[in-house]
Structure formats: C-alpha cells, structure tokens
C-alpha cells in the first residue's frame, strides 16, 4: 500500500485547524481535537497522521469488498 501524501494543515487564529488534501478542504478540527491532532502530528509521520484523521485511507479489506458477491456485476 502506497504511502499518503498530498496532506497539508492550515492552523488558524482561532486555533481552528483545517486539513486539505491537493488544494481541497478535508476536515476542519476545532477545540480539543485540534489540539489532540496538533500533538500527534508532531510526533509522528504528518503524512499518515492527517490521513487518518481525514478517513482518507485505505483499510486492507478493497479486495475482500470488490469480490463479495454483493459487490459483483
């Protein structure tokens, strides 16, 4: 699996902290997420990080969903 890139952060005034991924808006954090968020960022890969908190990741199951028979077409 392909690490995530593309994440930015924008920490505003208010301490409001908004996620974008290339150039678009993918999560507002406000109060004490913000700053849970802020905290992790530090200490880990920033990249993975805003990844998680945004969803936009990957879970390991696509190809377990793609072939349930649900899912066939």
Same mark, same amino acid.
Request: glycine share 10%; net charge positive; charged share 30%.
């Given at each position: 699996?392909?690490?995530?890139? &593309?994440?930015?952060?924008?920490? +505003? @005034? =208010? ?7 290339? !150039?678009? %808006?993918? &999560?507002?954090?406000?109060?004490? +997420? @913000? =700053? ?7 200490? !880990?890969? %920033? ?27």
């Amino acid at each position: 699996m392909p690490k995530p890139h &593309g994440f930015s952060y924008d920490v +505003r @005034a =208010d301490r409001t902290v908004v996620i974008t991924h290339l !150039g678009r %808006a993918a &999560g507002t954090l406000r109060g004490g +997420r @913000a =700053d849970k968020f802020l905290a992790e960022v530090e200490s !880990g890969d %920033a990249q993975l990080v805003m990844a998680r908190w945004t969803g936009a990741y990957k879970f390991g199951n696509e190809r377990t969903a793609r072939n349930h028979p649900r899912n066939r077409r």
